[in-house]
């Protein structure tokens, strides 16, 4: 019951010490340099029902072919902390202060500047809210900081990102599968540094049947605007376009409007209760049109990000 807890109220760290197969748990660093080029890096673990199935991974997103490298590391190579964000994997390092490559062909370093954190409190731990605390969640998220500064460079096969003055982003997924069906939205590169817009929609198994939940965060002047299942908001129009995927919310003061537009799409690894094989495709260096307004009609904000990213999975469900 201690490390549950401790689990809860540290949404950030990891979550698998003790838990049985299946299991896995991945954080999703994003890099964009000043310039606008993005480099993803998703480390992680897995244990499945399926025999060997258990391991450690790091898969490298780049902004060249091949698109993604996809590396597997011996399960017991992975270690990490139930009270912070300290992953160690192979000769890698993942904080919430910065990480550190050094594998072949992977070395460098990119240090962070302060983390603009999703609030953490006992009656809401994170983004999730109150459903954090239910211990029977298939997929658990967690969003450990919207919007920070990067500092320091990367080799990735043979190229040199260089991230001074570039913003980050870091989020992560626990639990034993991801959703059948989810929307996913995210930039934090507007006209005006420190803007972060990040959306989360799936399908939630409950105890009978499923629901919808959503889960989104408007970070602008060091304030966050809420628009989730428990606070009482509600979804008025989400399914994919021609070149993108649309989202809009309300709540009982704001709405909000989202339109994600082209993007690379990018084959990702996820998890199921087998194994990591299935695929997403992830699209990225995507744009992010957003408009939020006061239901009076009055705009607070309208924008458009750069180097975003979007799922919408299945592709041909929306």
């Not at 062909?105 to 109150?130: H, K």
């Not at 969640?137 to 570039?166: N, P």
């Not at 059948?180 to 803007?195: A, L």
């Amino acid at each position: 019951m201690k490390r549950f807890v401790r689990g809860i109220l540290h949404p950030e760290a990891f979550h698998g010490e003790g838990r049985p197969a299946p299991f896995f748990e991945g954080w999703y660093y994003k890099l964009v340099t000043a310039d606008g080029q993005s480099l993803a890096l998703i480390p992680g673990m897995f244990r499945g029902r399926e025999a060997d199935s258990d391991h450690g991974f790091l898969q490298v997103v780049r902004p060249g072919e091949p698109w993604v490298d996809y590396r597997s590391y011996p399960l017991d190579t992975f270690k990490g902390r139930d009270d912070a964000l300290a992953v160690e994997l192979g000769g890698h390092r993942f904080t919430s202060e910065g990480l550190r490559l050094e594998d072949d062909g992977l070395s460098g370093e990119v240090r962070f500047g302060s983390l603009a954190s999703w609030p953490v409190t006992w009656a809401s731990p994170g983004v999730m809210g109150w459903y954090a605390w239910v211990p029977t969640m298939q997929c658990y998220h967690g969003i450990v900081s919207l919007d920070h500064t990067l500092s320091g460079a990367l080799e990735v096969s043979g190229e040199r990102f260089d991230f001074e003055g570039g913003r980050g982003y870091i989020e992560k997924d626990w639990g034993r599968s991801f959703p059948k069906r989810w929307i996913w939205m995210q930039s934090n590169h507007f006209s005006t540094p420190g803007v972060c817009v990040t959306i989360s929609l799936a399908n939630v198994p409950w105890i009978v049947g499923a629901f919808p939940g959503f889960l989104v965060g408007v970070w602008r002047d060091g304030q966050l605007k809420r628009f989730t299942t428990y606070t009482g908001a509600k979804v008025t129009d989400a399914g994919r376009t021609e070149d993108g995927v649309r989202f809009s919310c309300e709540d009982a003061t704001h709405r909000l409007t989202v339109r994600a537009r082209g993007g690379r799409a990018v084959p990702l690894h996820k998890p199921s209760e087998a194994s990591m094989r299935g695929i997403v495709h992830e699209h990225l260096d995507a744009t992010l049109e957003v408009r939020l307004e006061r239901r009076s009609g009055d705009i607070e904000f309208e924008d458009v990000g750069r180097g975003a990213a979007w799922e919408a999975e299945p592709t041909d469900g929306w």
